[in-house]
């Protein structure tokens, strides 16, 4: 049994007198991501604390499903992750799970299906998109990510403010992060799917020595999955510090990863 957060937009008794109600609905964790779809669903218990009812999959297999309103105690049984991720900084702990969802992924189904595209660096910045350039090495990255942070990773990232410093999108399974100020592609990475599971197959970094100065591979692999954490899923993490350097500044850190830096300062 799975439990997922359901954005509810419209309700349809049929009145065929059989029970079925149809759904509007966006299902939050969907394996091939959210997305709006009409259901019709054929009610067998109606209490003041929830519905079960049962469906079909695509595949014409009978589903049953229990729907209920989330509150911070069934993320707390259901989804535990979501609450963690939701009483992060840049949001102080919600009052309600609606609140800390609504400003985790949105209240409507545009903002929730939305993700970061090529147009949205367009509408922002007067720079163009570079691709990965041949000058380029593989870093051997193996990360399987939960439900919820795989749809947080789809959804990429794009910056709103001058000190974002990376604009991050997802395309064809493909998740490229682009310095935000030159458009110039630093990583790329492949993907592959076990479910609603997104992984890590692979990655490339610039190695064009004129766009990008690091040359070492285990500092970009870490720096890679670094970004990951603190921009795409919002996690507080320690800036990735080559052995023997010794500690960063400030000003470093902030040259790199932007606001997000202040997570491990």
């Not at 990255?141 to 974002?164: C, Q």
Request: glycine share 6%.
């Amino acid at each position: 049994m799975s439990s997922s957060p359901v954005l509810v937009t419209a309700v349809k008794p049929l009145k065929t007198g059989h029970g079925l109600l149809q759904l509007r609905i966006v299902p939050l964790l969907y394996p091939e991501g959210p997305k709006e779809i009409n259901t019709t669903f054929k009610v067998i218990h109606h209490r003041t604390s929830h519905l079960v009812a049962t469906t079909k999959d695509f595949l014409g297999t009978e589903l049953t499903v229990v729907f209920e309103d989330i509150d911070l105690a069934w993320l707390g049984r259901h989804n535990p992750r979501i609450l963690w991720q939701i009483s992060l900084s840049p949001w102080s702990k919600p009052r309600t799970a609606q609140d800390g969802l609504v400003n985790a992924i949105g209240d409507s189904p545009h903002k929730v299906i939305a993700v970061a595209t090529p147009d949205d660096y367009y509408r922002q910045c007067t720079s163009s998109l570079s691709p990965m350039p041949e000058q380029k090495s593989c870093l051997p990255v193996t990360k399987e990510y939960s439900e919820y942070d795989s749809f947080l990773i789809t959804k990429g990232h794009v910056p709103m403010e001058m000190e974002d410093k990376w604009f991050i999108y997802c395309q064809d399974d493909r998740l490229f992060f682009h310095r935000s100020w030159s458009g110039l592609c630093i990583y790329e990475v492949h993907l592959g799917h076990h479910g609603k599971r997104l992984y890590l197959r692979d990655a490339y970094v610039n190695r064009d020595i004129r766009q990008y100065k690091e040359t070492d591979d285990a500092q970009d692999q870490a720096l890679l999955l670094y970004l990951i954490a603190v921009v795409l899923l919002g996690e507080p993490a320690p800036f990735p510090i080559k052995s023997g350097d010794g500690e960063l500044s400030v000003l470093e850190q902030w040259s790199f990863v932007g606001k997000y830096g202040a997570n491990s300062w």
